[in-house]
């Protein structure tokens, strides 16, 4: 291997890469979950953290946080339908600032750790307008010489 | 406990209602892929919650998967499963 294609390897190996998710949902689909499910619907989808959300930002708040949940579990690569990962092993909470972070709990942290994906690093953007929320998580995919062995 | 081709109308009949598919759920066969049809994650846990209401039954979590909302067929048995 000449010296290039070392470096080469060596930045392939050694240099964070970022991973994206990206989801949409909208409110008035929320709205009607809640209005005609509840508690039920709520204690399957969010946290009691999120389910305040309910109280201070309306079905609007939920349905970013859900839209956060999906992108979050397509960065992670297991997006779809329900998935096979619990929707409240995503949580997304918010800093003292007001800033959303995803905290990662049960079979998706172990997830993200078995991926390499350095779960400090999740970031997340959420928006609503217009009756559509939205939300995009980012995160870094750790080296391989930082990832968890398989 | 239901009968199975009652059950499978039943379930047509609940995914027209809340699973919001891009296709008409009547020109869908009992085996055909959900998600391709427009089932979003969103719609399928509504459809989930609707069919336990419909059938007074609890999805057990182990049920709870893409694969178990992937078809009509699927859902069926699932629901079968839990004594719909």
Do not use: W
């Not at chain 1, 909208?26 to 039920?40: D, K, M, Q, Y």
């Amino acid at each position: 291997m000449s010296g290039h294609e070392g470096a080469l390897a060596v930045a392939r190996t050694t240099t964070p890469r970022p991973l994206v998710g990206l989801d949409l949902q909208t409110v008035p689909e929320v709205e009607s979950a809640v209005a005609r499910f509840g508690e039920r619907y709520l204690q399957h989808c969010y946290t009691p953290g999120e389910q305040r959300v309910l109280e201070t930002s309306g079905a609007a708040g939920l349905a970013a946080r859900f839209a956060a949940k999906e992108a979050v579990l397509k960065l992670l690569g297991a997006g779809g339908p329900i998935g096979d990962i619990d929707l409240r092993a995503i949580e997304v909470v918010s800093d003292p600032g007001g800033r959303p972070r995803v905290v990662l709990h049960g079979a998706a942290a172990d997830l993200a750790t078995r991926l390499g994906i350095d779960t400090e690093t999740i970031d997340l953007s959420l928006t609503h307008d217009g009756g559509v929320a939205a939300a995009v998580a980012v995160a870094l995919d750790l080296p391989d010489d930082r990832k968890a062995p398989r | 406990m239901t009968d199975v081709s009652e059950l499978k109308q039943q379930v047509r009949e609940l995914l027209a209602e809340h699973g919001r598919l891009t296709s008409d759920v009547s020109s869908l066969g009992d085996g055909d892929d959900l998600y391709r049809a427009g089932l979003t994650s969103h719609a399928s846990v509504t459809v989930m919650l609707a069919c336990e209401d419909e059938f007074d039954v609890e999805f057990s979590s182990d049920l709870l998967t893409k694969a178990t909302f992937g078809s009509v067929d699927a859902i069926a048995a699932a629901l079968a499963e839990v004594g719909a």
